[in-house]
């Protein structure tokens, strides 16, 4: 897998993966970013979230779970000092479905977190990785 990452002229960075696709990041106005894109650190948990759910997506599909929509909000804290690492993080999964089995949820999330998901395997050595999550009817 290759990436490339490119300063812009109005001093945002421009993200290129492989597979075609741009994203913009960033630096906080705190220190001299103008807020153009998402940060970085803000990159590697939204390419969590997208890993996670993938793996809970396929898994529930493969079990034959139906439901109407699914996401993952994950909150996180960092370390004080620098290296700012990530020291916690919370994903909580929120599950829109008519009728679905909880322990299948259960299991699809401990089966992403546990064995699928190569970013969740990687943040886990230096955050704590938490998970839950809630139906709504729909």
Do not use: W
């Not at 940060?39 to 034959?64: H, N, Q, T």
């Amino acid at each position: 897998m290759q990436v490339t990452v490119r300063l812009q002229e109005d001093d945002s960075l421009e993200g290129l993966s492989e597979s075609g696709h741009q994203v913009l990041m960033d630096r906080s106005p705190k220190v001299g970013g103008q807020n153009l894109g998402a940060r970085p650190m803000e990159m590697l948990l939204l390419g969590l979230g997208g890993c996670a759910l993938i793996d809970v997506i396929l898994i529930l599909r493969k079990s034959r779970q139906a439901f109407s929509d699914i996401r993952v909000d994950i909150d996180a804290e960092r370390a004080e000092n620098i290296p700012q690492v990530f020291t916690r993080i919370h994903l909580h999964f929120v599950v829109t479905a008519g009728e679905i089995d909880p322990s299948r949820i259960e299991r699809a999330i401990s089966l992403s977190a546990e064995k699928y998901c190569s970013a969740s395997k990687m943040l886990d050595s230096v955050a704590q990785i938490t998970h839950d999550f809630e139906i709504l009817s729909g």
